[in-house]
Antibody, heavy 122, light 111 residues
Framework: QITLKESGPTLVKPTQTLTLTCTFS??????????VGWIRQPPGKALEWLAL???????RYSPSLKSRLTITKDTSKNQVVLTMTNMDPVDTATYYC??????????????WGQGTLVTVSS | QSVLTQPPSVSGAPGQRVTISCTGS?????????VHWYQQLPGTAPKLLIY???NRPSGVPDRFSGSKSGTSASLAISGLQAEDEADYYC???????????FGTGTKVTVL
């Protein structure tokens, strides 16, 4: 059974760096073809893809946020960490991590965490 | 703004069939990258509904079906039920962005 859970601060101040951790079970990020991604959703708005890390440590970032994002993995701890620098109130959103499976030419997110709401405010 | 465009809303009576379009371009859907669909019920995390254009994960009713043609894809819901009232998102890969993109989202209302 695959499960994922996001953890991190619920409130950050503008200009601060956000660090979110995704702790998962039921799969290994060292298995070929597996990935873990981050997606966010501002209140009342659409989903926005942020980043994805693959089993071989290859990484992909949203071009619009690439300069602010870093995604890393700790295979031994079954964790993936996302850092986002220079936080702004517009970054207020629910942040999700998700297991990414490869099939038919691209990755899709078949298991999602419950999400964590991060508010950016002074 | 997203590179995948969906209608903001669609509605239908119980039992009817509704379709949701996802319009992309030559750098994503038109380039041959697969389209995946997610359902997000109010206050919950998204759930994978369709992967690889037309494949349903185990447990997803066959009322849901997906298709793709050219630079667009569609999600159809037949025999619409009250529990289908949710937001729906398409997703694909974009080669010009070198990353994954979601559609703008569609709210389905059951009348």
């Amino acid at each position: 059974q695959i499960t994922l859970k996001e953890s991190g601060p619920t409130l950050v101040k503008p200009t601060q760096t956000l660090t979110l951790t995704c702790t998962f079970s039921g799969f290994s990020l060292s298995t070929s073809g597996v990935g873990v991604g981050w997606i966010r959703q501002p209140p009342g708005k659409a989903l926005e893809w942020l980043a994805l890390i693959y089993w071989d440590d290859d990484k992909r970032y949203s071009p619009s946020l690439k300069s602010r994002l870093t995604i890393t993995k700790d295979t031994s701890k079954n964790q993936v960490v996302l850092t986002m620098t220079n936080m702004d109130p517009v970054d207020t959103a629910t942040y999700y991590c998700a297991h990414a499976a490869y099939g038919s030419g691209s990755y899709y997110s078949d298991y999602w965490g419950q999400g964590t709401l991060v508010t950016v405010s002074s | 703004q997203s590179v995948l465009t969906q209608p903001p809303s669609v509605s239908g009576a119980p039992g009817q069939r509704v379709t949701i379009s996802c319009t992309g371009s030559s750098s994503n859907i038109g380039a041959g990258y697969d389209v995946h669909w997610y359902q997000q019920l109010p206050g919950t995390a998204p759930k994978l509904l369709i992967y690889g254009n037309s494949n349903r994960p185990s447990g997803v009713p066959d009322r849901f079906s997906g298709s793709k043609s050219g630079t667009s894809a569609s999600l159809a819901i037949s025999g619409l039920q009250a529990e289908d009232e949710a937001d729906y998102y398409c997703q694909s890969y974009d080669s010009s962005l070198s990353g994954y993109v979601f559609g703008t989202g569609t709210k389905v209302t059951v009348l």
